[in-house]
């Protein structure tokens, strides 16, 4: 690519790489993972489909109308027009803090770039290839922005300010937009982000759920106003990010000083909440392991957390809702003791409610962790535990499971797609694995060359449907 003079040559030089990137120009774990964070970030929109909110604003969205060309990923598949469905599906999508996440940023890239592309794409009968090149492709883009311009303080939620970005990325991939329309549009969307107070997470309030459905949305206008003219500039990232604090490093946005694709890099969730608890969480599973002891919660006189930077803000001992709970590691740590982990149960409404939950959060103090070590060990935490006897136990945990250093198994991540799924979409496990198969094979190209809308309808039956050539 050159020397990078500016910033606006290097955020334009980086768009004119990745739109002459074709499908087959991506190794083979990059097609594979692109299919795994697809299943993953599916199914996690899939377990939210009964949450009472939800299920509101579904019904009224619903009764709203009018009928269109994309589904929500939800029992009957009901059909909105795309707008509506991105936003619908991005609800859900992160609801429940099940959907993958981006471990080289603050970033939750799948989230950003998904509800609005899988909207676009069943609604403009794009191919299953075409879908998933804009798949990788917006998520790189998103990525690269958040490692480019990185913010120190966790003031402005990732969720409100990248969620729209995310969306034109994928949605202009996948209408194949000349470079200097997708340049405007996913600058023009940077400009478009939303001003969500990151504490809206910490303390629980609903509104920073609906930052990635209403980011998806805005994303789909920013590529509409792209095509008509209506845009931003090379130079509008650098103006946006750094007038909120960002610290900018432009080499993230160079393929040959950063290569690689950004999905490489995700990491996959197995505890349902914000992954800055999960080393905190896998530190008690190991003094758990080591001294059983201490499932008598009553024994413990006290607990000492000394966590990563990320973490030490999550500092809520006594939250109020769900969400406040999944953004809280005193309740992470004593739900892990009472449970034995960290899934669905140990961040759900009895969980947050708990007797001995809620006695034991009280037990928590946070420190923050001493000399942190680079990536991927930069988010450990150490659990230290007294208990009334006078003993005294500690184990840390350098680097949560489920990233690119630690990766879960296959089947450990396909039982999880599965699980969370089966009810609304009893048939998109089966479905994705098919298709991650067809990625890294010969064979696969007739399945790549399905439309989208086509290959969903196996999402929601427990029959294999061929799609007719017509639907191709």
Not at 39 to 46: Q, T
């Amino acid at each position: 690519m050159g020397t990078i003079l500016t910033a606006s040559d290097a955020f334009r030089n980086y768009i004119q790489w990745a739109v002459a990137r074709e499908w087959r120009d991506f190794p083979a774990s990059t097609r594979h993972r692109a299919v795994l964070i697809l299943a993953d970030n599916l199914a996690a929109a899939c377990s939210a489909v009964d949450e009472p909110q939800l299920q509101k604003f579904r019904e009224r969205a619903i009764a709203r109308g009018p009928a269109g060309g994309a589904s929500l990923l939800a029992s009957g598949r009901p059909r909105l027009d795309a707008h509506a469905a991105a936003m619908i599906n991005g609800l859900s999508m992160g609801w429940n803090e099940m959907d993958e996440g981006y471990r080289k940023a603050v970033c939750h890239a799948g989230l950003y770039v998904l509800p609005a592309l899988l909207a676009a794409a069943e609604a403009e009968n794009a191919s299953v290839q075409e879908t998933l090149r804009a798949a990788v492709l917006g998520y790189d883009t998103v990525a690269r922005i958040a490692r480019t311009w990185r913010f120190e303080k966790l003031a402005l939620h990732p969720h409100a300010v990248l969620a729209p970005v995310g969306a034109a990325a994928g949605v202009g991939f996948l209408q194949r937009l000349p470079v200097d329309e997708l340049v405007s549009a996913v600058a023009g969307a940077c400009a478009l982000g939303m001003t969500g107070a990151f504490n809206q997470a910490t303390q629980g309030i609903l509104i920073r759920n609906a930052w990635a459905g209403q980011g998806a949305s805005i994303g789909l206008n920013a590529v509409e106003f792209a095509r008509c003219g209506i845009g931003g500039g090379a130079v509008t990232p650098r103006d946006v990010y750094t007038a909120l604090g960002a610290i900018e490093d432009l080499s993230h946005l160079d393929p040959i000083a950063s290569p690689g694709y950004a999905v490489e890099d995700g990491y996959h969730k197995m505890n349902a909440c914000c992954q800055y608890a999960h080393s905190s969480i896998e530190a008690v599973q190991a003094l758990l392991a080591r001294h059983p002891e201490l499932k008598d919660n009553g024994s413990i006189e006290s607990i000492t957390v000394q966590v990563h930077a990320l973490g030490y803000g999550l500092n809520d001992a006594a939250p109020i809702t769900t969400l406040g709970s999944k953004f809280s590691v005193p309740h992470a740590v004593a739900s892990a003791f009472v449970h034995g982990h960290g899934g669905v149960a140990a961040f759900n409404t009895d969980a947050l409610h708990a007797d001995a939950v809620v006695a034991l959060r009280q037990r928590v103090r946070l420190e923050a962790f001493p000399d942190p070590r680079p990536w991927p060990e930069d988010r450990p935490a150490r659990v230290s535990v007294a208990t009334r006897s006078g003993k005294q136990y500690s184990e840390v945990c350098w680097s949560a499971q489920g990233g690119p250093d630690r990766p879960y198994s296959e089947e450990v991540l396909w039982d999880k797609i599965e699980a969370l799924s089966d009810r609304a979409a009893p048939g998109l496990a089966a479905a994705m694995r098919r298709l991650d198969a067809a990625t890294g094979s010969e064979d696969g190209e007739p399945i790549l060359a399905f439309s989208w809308a086509a290959y969903m309808d196996n999402f929601f039956s427990t029959q294999d449907r061929v799609p007719a050539e017509t639907e191709r």
